[in-house]
């Protein structure tokens, strides 16, 4: 049976992910920072008797990463790493505190890359296995309001982009994918790094964010749909890099790439809540 790593999954996509990963025939290493919160997971694989093991994982900690996938090593060799852990926010650059943008990256990006650097040497000496990033549409298209977040993000689709190119010949697959909004518990976890201020010089920043959480929101696209996504983008025959998932990634990056990054920084401007629609509209297809 082969072996699934996912991160971040006592709720929401990590969990989600673990369950499709098991009923697809995978043995599952479920990662979560505090397995006190196990109990949805562990009630759900337990109901359709599915192969899932939840396992301590503080992403942030190379000390726990090192524990986690050494406990994973005496079952067997990880072929699917799935980083899925991950923290959100969203506050304008000038009022993000220092630590708080440290500790995206740390989360975001370096977590990610920790629990890369403890599967890549068996992956690659034994020429098979599968990364996937889950990454954000904020880590395509940088989001006002959200700099922390989209940078961290960028960063981890940069890391696998190149990734994806040294791990070729050895055949290695590497994936991002790209979600938009998903309905998940990540928003109210990042409550308290998300600000807004009526009196605020950003205020219109803040409302134009909100408003495209909330056309997410309509959209309701649930953590099922990532999961199907990350199964075909593991097991399919047709590889791709980048895996767009929700109406928003997929009308937001494709449309990002067709206007000048002059035009996307030009939104910025005092543009009435009508206009700035429209363009919206006009250049992504999604309705604020």
Request: proline share 5%; aromatic share 8%; net charge negative.
């Amino acid at each position: 049976m082969k072996i699934a790593v996912v991160t971040g999954t006592s709720s929401g996509i990590g969990l989600t992910t673990s369950l499709y990963l098991a009923r697809a025939g995978y043995r599952v290493f479920a990662g979560m920072r505090n397995p006190a919160k196990a109990g949805p997971l562990k009630e759900a694989a337990q109901a359709e008797d599915l192969p899932v093991d939840v396992i301590q994982i503080d992403v942030t900690d190379g000390a726990s990463v090192a524990a986690a996938f050494a406990e994973v090593a005496t079952v067997g060799p990880v072929d699917v790493l799935v980083n899925n852990a991950g923290i959100g926010g969203a506050s304008p650059l000038e009022i993000t505190p220092e630590d708080e943008h440290r500790q995206m990256f740390e989360t975001n990006y370096f977590g990610a890359i920790r629990c890369i650097h403890a599967v890549l040497p068996g992956m690659r000496e034994r020429e098979q296995g599968t990364i996937v990033n889950v990454t954000s549409v904020a880590g395509v298209v940088a989001t006002p309001n959200q700099i922390a977040y989209s940078a961290s993000k960028w960063a981890l689709e940069a890391a696998g982009e190149a990734l994806a190119h040294e791990l070729y010949r050895f055949g290695v697959r590497v994936v991002n994918i790209e979600p938009g909004v998903i309905m998940t518990s990540i928003f109210e976890n990042s409550a308290e790094s998300t600000r807004y201020d009526r009196n605020s010089p950003y205020k219109q920043i803040m409302r134009r964010n909100g408003k495209l959480f909330a056309a997410g929101f309509r959209a309701n696209t649930p953590p099922d749909r990532v999961a199907e996504v990350i199964l075909e983008a593991i097991t399919t025959d047709d590889y791709r890099l980048r895996w767009p998932v929700g109406a928003d990634a997929e009308g937001m990056i494709p449309g990002r790439r067709r206007i000048s990054d002059e035009e996307w920084v030009a939104m910025g401007a005092d543009l009435s809540d009508e206009e700035y629609n429209g363009r919206f509209k006009a250049y992504f297809g999604v309705e604020l």
